[in-house]
């Protein structure tokens, strides 16, 4: 069984910075493909990142050059480091685990604020 956990949400003036993390259990962890996700109130789910097994990322247009995927198999963590935030991006973060494109598990989320 993978759990995941999220943590590093909260509230922030734009363009500023935060830093999620996810942490997962399981020793399944170094095969997983990670993503994050967000979904803001009223919109569709959208996917911000993902990055596979072997440490190939994937970043969404809309946060390109600002959000950072990263993962330390080491310690079973996924991170998103997020740059120059726009209100735009307040959302509830969602970290997701699977075989890409299929993530099976998935994280409580945690809610991310951008005040303007």
């Known amino acids: 069984q993978v759990q995941l956990v999220e943590s590093g949400g909260g509230l922030v003036q734009a363009g500023g910075s935060l830093r999620l993390s996810c942490a997962v259990s399981?020793?399944?962890?170094?095969?997983?493909?990670m993503a994050w996700y967000r979904q803001a109130p009223g919109k569709q789910r959208e996917l911000v990142a993902t990055?596979?097994?072997?440490?190939?990322?994937n970043h969404a247009d809309s946060v390109k050059g600002r959000f950072t995927i990263s993962r330390d198999n080491a310690k079973n963590m996924v991170y998103l480091q997020m740059n120059s935030l726009k209100p735009e991006d307040t959302a509830v973060y969602y970290c997701?685990?699977?075989?890409?494109?299929?993530?099976?598990?998935w994280g409580q989320g945690t809610q991310v604020t951008v005040s303007s």
């Open positions: 997701a685990a699977g075989v890409d494109p299929v993530y099976k598990y």
């Open positions: 399981g020793s399944i962890f170094s095969i997983l493909s």
């Open positions: 990055i596979n097994s072997g440490g190939s990322t």
